[in-house]
């Protein structure tokens, strides 16, 4: 898993409450156990129209959030099933952290086992940030894990707390594999003495 320390991006504003993982990459996407190839569903009933064309009127479809990397969102974001392909799908597009007042907990789980940052905030400091990226189209954010704060360049500073175990493990690229492999030593002992 890649680590995740400092990111600076183009910050996609989605104000929408309630993102459940169907609207995040819908159902008919997930036919494949690979990880890569379903940034082309993200958010494909909002970002095409029924002939296949992009939706205008979509905010990833407008030059300004083409190669966004932090997604803004509303409350209660990733809820509804729990499909791993929604972080997935999410991470293909270029996305490696989200910001929300709230997640869906599967979600928010299943964030951090794929080395994508969920940052959970106060609405009102969400809110800030929606109002920045309205103002300022192409607004960009670095989201700083190791001293756990979103900057801009026009004097935004908020802090954020992620548990200390999760941290640990995405600074240092650990998924459960990585975890595991770090008792490879103690493991082969132990099968030895079996």
Known sequence: MEKFTRLEGVAAPLRIINVDTDMVIPKQYLKTVKRTGLGKGLFSE???????????DFVLNKPAYRKAKIL???DNFGCG???E?????????????????????????????????????????VEQIFQRVRQTPGYELTVDLVD??????????LRFEVDGFRRHCLLNGLDDIGLTLQYEEKISEFEKRT
């Not at 909002?46 to 205008?56: I, L, Q, T």
């Not at 490696?96 to 400091?125: H, T, W």
Request: with cysteine; charged share 25%.
């Open 72 to 74: 803004v969102a509303g």
């Open 81 to 83: 099933s729990s499909r």
């Open 148 to 157: 756990q704060t979103i900057k801009s360049d026009d004097g935004l500073r």
């Open 85 to 125: 392909h929604a972080p997935w799908s999410l991470e293909d597009y270029g996305f490696r952290c989200i910001i929300a007042p709230s997640f869906a907990d599967i979600f928010y789980n299943n964030c951090f086992k794929n080395g994508m940052l969920p940052v959970q905030i106060p609405e009102e400091q």
């Open 46 to 56: 909002r970002r095409y129209k029924d002939d296949g064309s992009e939706n205008p």
